[in-house]
T-cell receptor, first 116, second 113 residues
Framework: DAGVIQSPRHEVTEMGQEVTLRCKPISGHDYLFWYRQTMMRGLELLIYFNNNVPIDDSGMPEDRFSAKMPNASFSTLKIQPSEPRDSAVYFC??????????????FGPGTRLLVL | GENVEQHPSTLSVQEGDSAVIKCTYSDSASNYFPWYKQELGKRPQLIIDIRSNVGEKKDQRIAVTLNKTAKHFSLHITETQPEDSAVYFCAAGTSGSARQLTFGSGTQLTVLP
């Protein structure tokens, strides 16, 4: 199994530019999560999807952030316009539901974003 | 919502000694408690997890204990090795429609040779 795949692995952009991060979950997983990790705020959940439907986006910091999951094997997190304070590592994770039991989340390698 | 507190934020131990990291949670409905290890520049990876119907679980040098009454759980690493140096995150999760994890703030463990 390839695991969760994220691209790009590194992104350097200038303030005001649009940034698109991509994620391919583990095949068959029906939950997908987007996290942001910074030294100051730790690991924050931004949004998660179940069967391609956004369930909770309360962690999305502001309207500049948007996420989509057009199908079971692909999701994007978009920042438009980007700001220096968006610099962080963005992780995608996926999990497989199993009745009422919470299942383990598997993380992708992350995208290291630097906004200048 | 759930709130997970993790202590200590940093921990240094001598190689061969034991390390203990503690977490508390607030939502009594939480029933799944994974621990993740994150090496520098890498992704968080699950190292062990425990569910609320179990009080302790062991995997070689790693063990996790859960006290549901007190709403706390701990990670124990015995015979620490330099490769155990990493950031460790605890998390709590709840069955039901909101199948998400709430993470602790992390513990930077340094094993000194």
């Amino acid at each position: 199994d390839a695991g969760v795949i994220q691209s790009p692995r590194h992104e350097v952009t200038e303030m005001g530019q649009e940034v698109t991060l991509r994620c391919k979950p583990i095949s068959g997983h029906d939950y997908l999560f987007w996290y942001r990790q910074t030294m100051m705020r730790g690991l924050e959940l931004l949004i998660y999807f179940n069967n391609n439907v956004p369930i909770d986006d309360s962690g999305m910091p502001e309207d500049r952030f948007s996420a989509k999951m057009p199908n079971a094997s692909f999701s994007t997190l978009k920042i438009q316009p980007s700001e220096p304070r968006d610099s962080a590592v963005y992780f995608c994770a996926s999990s497989l539901s199993g009745g009422a039991r919470v299942k383990t989340q598997y993380f992708g390698p992350g995208t290291r974003l630097l906004v200048l | 919502g759930e709130n997970v507190e993790q202590h200590p934020s940093t921990l240094s131990v001598q190689e061969g000694d034991s390390a203990v990291i503690k977490c508390t949670y607030s939502d009594s409905a939480s029933n799944y408690f994974p621990w993740y290890k994150q090496e520098l520049g890498k992704r968080p990876q699950l190292i062990i997890d425990i569910r609320s119907n179990v009080g302790e679980k062991k995997d070689q040098r790693i063990a996790v204990t859960l006290n549901k009454t007190a709403k706390h759980f701990s990670l124990h690493i015995t015979e620490t090795q330099p490769e155990d140096s990493a950031v460790y995150f605890c998390a709590a999760g709840t069955s039901g429609s909101a199948r998400q994890l709430t993470f602790g703030s992390g513990t930077q463990l340094t094993v000194l040779p």
